[in-house]
């Protein structure tokens, strides 16, 4: 039988041959790991799929905006732009009209037959820009007459497309040059 003494030596020796062992272990999968790799080029080593994004092969479009149930003359998806447009800040900074140019390019390029160049001045710049641009796709396509819109009336454009500024009266209250 052994002693106290006897069995606390044991489990030291037992304990740091253990732990010896463990890291002689790491030592030899690390050495192991860096053999396997000085051999391998940069491109090997690091994983390419969090560098690369998925793009559509060449011949495919990529996925664009669209709108449910919308006609032949794409008049949903020019409400909707009329609608970003009309939403527009009225003196925007750079990155305001980087942002909005942007917007215009990603959802909104295939309704154009040419390269467009919006007016992102002022917000009635680029709605009126925007209701021109409209009624000459729906002149080209041959739409319904009923199927353009009067550019010449800014407000009007503004209280179809734009925020509705009669809800937010009511909350705020009434403040001068906000709603006059």
């Known amino acids: 039988m052994l002693n106290r003494s006897q069995i606390e030596a ?24 860096k053999r396997a790799t000085t051999e391998q080029t940069y491109s090997e080593k690091v994983d390419w799929t969090e560098y690369t994004t998925k793009r ?13 149930d919308d006609d032949k003359f794409k008049t949903k998806k020019w409400e909707a732009m009329l609608s970003d ?3 527009y800040f009225d003196k925007p900074t750079l990155k305001e009209e980087s942002n909005m140019k942007k ?11 040419v ?5 992102l001045q002022t917000r009635k710049d680029l709605l009126n820009w925007a209701c021109t641009a ?6 080209t396509t041959d739409a319904p007459a009923e199927k353009l819109i009067d550019c010449t009336r800014y407000q009007s454009l503004l209280d179809k497309y734009g925020p509705d500024y009669s809800t937010l009266k009511s909350r705020v209250g009434h403040i001068r040059g906000l709603f006059d």
Request: proline share 5%; charged share 25%.
């Open 103 to 113: 917007t215009l390019l990603t959802k909104y390029d295939d309704l154009f037959t």
């Open 56 to 68: 559509p092969t060449y011949g495919q479009d990529p996925v664009m905006f669209t709108v449910e």
């Open 115 to 119: 390269a467009m160049r919006p007016t």
């Open 10 to 33: 044991k489990l030291r020796s037992e304990t740091r041959d253990q732990i010896f062992n463990r890291q002689l272990a790491d030592v030899m999968a690390q050495k192991e790991h």
């Open 134 to 139: 409209q009624n000459s796709y729906m002149t």
């Open 85 to 87: 447009c009309a939403f």
